[in-house]
C-alpha cells in the first residue's frame, strides 16, 4: 500500500497549471511548473491542483505518491516525464529518487525523492 512520509514541505507560487502528485520545478522568476520530460525537479507538488498565481505546497525529501507515467519497479531509478509524472529513468535524464514499491501506469506510485544527488542516467 502507497504512503507518504515528506519530512520537508515548502510553499511557492504556481508559474501555470499543476495538478496534484506531479513533479515540479522551480523556473527562474521564483515559481513551480509540472517537471518537463527527463529535467530536474524541486519536489512533488501536494496541494490538489493550482493555477498560475495560486500557492501550491511541495514535497521536496522523502516518500511521497506521485502519479506513474510507465510502470514502475521497486527499486526503478525514477524521471519525471513531460506532464510531471514518474517513469524509469533512462540514459541522459535526470534522476530524481527511487520507486519503493511497483507501481502501474496512472496509479499513484511511492517514490522516496531526493534532490541534492540529482544526477543523469
Do not use: C, P, W
Request: net charge negative; proline share 0%; hydrophobic share 45%.
Amino acid at each position: 500500500m502507497a504512503t507518504m512520509h515528506g519530512r520537508d514541505y515548502r510553499t511557492y507560487e504556481a508559474g501555470s497549471s499543476v495538478s496534484q502528485h506531479r513533479f515540479v520545478d522551480l523556473a527562474a522568476d521564483g515559481q513551480v511548473d509540472q517537471s518537463a520530460d527527463g529535467a530536474k525537479a524541486v519536489g512533488v507538488s501536494i496541494t490538489s491542483g493550482a493555477t498560475a498565481g495560486e500557492a501550491i505546497t511541495v514535497a521536496r525529501s522523502g516518500q511521497v505518491l506521485v502519479y506513474v507515467g510507465e510502470a514502475l519497479t521497486a527499486g526503478d531509478a525514477v524521471a519525471a516525464t513531460t506532464d510531471g509524472k514518474a517513469a524509469t529513468a533512462t540514459a541522459g535524464e535526470i534522476i530524481v529518487g527511487y520507486a519503493v514499491e511497483d507501481a502501474a501506469v496512472d496509479t499513484l506510485g511511492a517514490v522516496e525523492i531526493f534532490l541534492g544527488g540529482n544526477a543523469a542516467a
